[in-house]
């Protein structure tokens, strides 16, 4: 089991966003899924601690996260967000920032590939990229870490629906290619069909169902 | 370097004209300053009178320790006007007090140490005054632009985090922006001295009957002494207060927790 949530929940601004989670997420591909607002990108925060609940536990590989070095857990777990942040300067400077960090050879062309990017687009400035190509060169940036496991926020919420195919494509292709996990937030159902083998369904910061597909999306 | 002046308290008030004036443009073009421009000179009047009474003192006392005292008030002070201008940096008060605090007793016992001014209240408190005027000024436009560009980069700043960056590694070019910013002005400035303005030393030491070498010189020690202490100022300042921003687990805090 890659993740373990027992009685979590997370109060902002004096709102409930998640309540009373608890649930199991395997290896693999899980989708989190529910209605804008139901805090499905507050819970993928909290799986490499960008943020802490204010009650229950959270453990990874049977461990509590609140023993993990927060750095080491972000380089094994590492978060894609929901919008492009590239770091200014080329695609390949930001590889190589990500790899130098989780301390790691850099192969550019590896990881462009696996993102679906031409190995070209190392010298390319960051600022002169498409969104979607810079989805992409984040996927890459994320990749050049080597995680074991990959959190998505909507991965493919700001592009058009060729490039969202194309994302989707990368991301299957990817979990045939190399041993890694993949948790994708998507306000979709059809999405995480297309993506995962189980899921998790929120609804008003509630898990309403989670189990495989056939049984979490119904 | 000596010089005396004397000036009467009718210039003083001769010198209003140019207050009523002020007052009478913004009237008369509907910007409402009025009121501003009167507490400004009232309020000018009363503290420089005051802080000159005080300073009197302390000359004729001659200890080291009256002009401790005041210089630490002075960093207090600077450091509670500096915050009101830093509304969006957490804790803001503690890394400017030290970024003063830092600056004013390097750069005095630095140019002590060189021998460029003798340790006593008459050389101590006037260019503590400036070295603590000035470095509040620039901590407190680093720490302004610091909190605009950590509240307009979240985003950025958490997928630099998520890649399992420090608080320090992920705000380092906001850091550097702020502090850049706090820094710019007097070097700015510096470059332009006695081409678009002359600087107020010179112009007192002018004024005074000084000799336009003498005031030159000294300008210049001040100017470079100047630069020295506002960006250990604004170092010290962003230094600290970028940390507050975030929490131990190198977490980007909420806005406002």
Not at chain 1, 125 to 149: F, I, Y
Not at chain 2, 84 to 107: D, E, N, Q, Y
Not at chain 2, 229 to 246: H, K
Request: aromatic share 4%; with cysteine; hydrophobic share 50%.
């Amino acid at each position: 089991m890659l993740f373990e949530l027992r009685d979590v929940s997370l109060t902002r601004g004096g709102r409930p966003v998640l309540d009373s989670i608890g649930v199991e997420i395997h290896s693999g591909a899980t989708a989190i899924v529910g209605p804008s607002g139901s805090g499905k990108s507050t819970l993928l925060r909290l799986l490499n601690r960008l943020a802490d609940p204010d009650t229950g536990t959270i453990s990874y590989r049977d461990r509590p996260l609140s023993e993990w070095d927060p750095l080491q857990l972000r380089r094994e777990v590492s978060l894609v967000p929901q919008l492009p942040a590239l770091l200014e300067g080329t695609v390949e400077s930001n590889l190589r920032y990500a790899a130098g960090l989780a301390g790691k050879e850099l192969d550019a062309r590896r990881c462009l590939g696996h993102a679906g990017l031409d190995s070209r687009f190392a010298e390319r400035d960051v600022s002169k990229l498409s969104v979607g190509e810079q989805q992409r060169a984040m996927l890459a940036r994320a990749l050049a870490q080597e995680p074991a496991v990959l959190l998505l926020d909507e991965p493919t919420s700001a592009l058009d629906h060729d490039a969202r195919d194309a994302i989707e494509a990368t991301l299957a292709r990817l979990r045939t290619e190399i041993d890694i996990s993949l948790i994708v937030v998507s306000h979709d159902p059809e999405q995480a069909r297309r993506l995962a083998d189980r899921a998790v369904r929120l609804k008003a910061g509630r898990v309403a169902a989670c189990g495989p597909l056939a049984e979490a999306l119904t | 370097m000596s010089t005396s002046i004397d000036v009467s308290l009718g210039q003083v008030a001769a010198s209003l004209a140019l207050v009523a004036l002020a007052a009478g443009i913004s009237f008369w073009r509907r910007t409402d300053l009025e009121r501003d421009i009167v507490v400004a000179t009232v309020r000018s009047f009363v503290q420089l009178t005051a802080i000159g009474y005080a300073i009197k003192l302390i000359f004729e006392a001659d200890t080291i320790w009256l002009v401790v005292a005041l210089l630490s008030v002075m960093v207090l002070f600077g450091a509670l006007t500096a915050r009101s201008r830093a509304k969006k940096v957490p804790g803001a008060f503690w890394p400017l007090l030290i970024g003063l605090a830092i600056a004013a007793a390097s750069t005095l016992g630095l140019v002590v140490a060189l021998g460029i001014f003798e340790a006593t209240p008459r050389y101590l408190v006037p260019v503590g005054g400036m070295m603590i005027g000035n470095a509040m000024t620039a901590s407190a436009v680093a720490l302004n632009r610091l909190g605009d560009e950590v509240s307009g980069s979240r985003a950025a700043i958490e997928a630099t985090l998520a890649l399992g960056a420090t608080a320090r590694e992920a705000s380092a070019p906001f850091v550097r922006r702020a502090l850049r910013s706090g820094t710019i002005a007097l070097i700015d400035s510096t470059k332009t001295t006695g081409l678009i303005f002359f600087p107020g030393t010179m112009v007192g030491m002018l004024l005074a009957g000084a000799e336009p070498a003498d005031a030159v010189r000294l300008q210049l020690i001040l100017l470079y002494a100047l630069l020295g202490s506002t960006a250990i100022a604004a170092l010290v300042a962003t230094g600290l207060a970028y940390r507050n921003f975030f929490t131990p687990a190198q977490q980007l805090r909420e806005p406002g927790a």
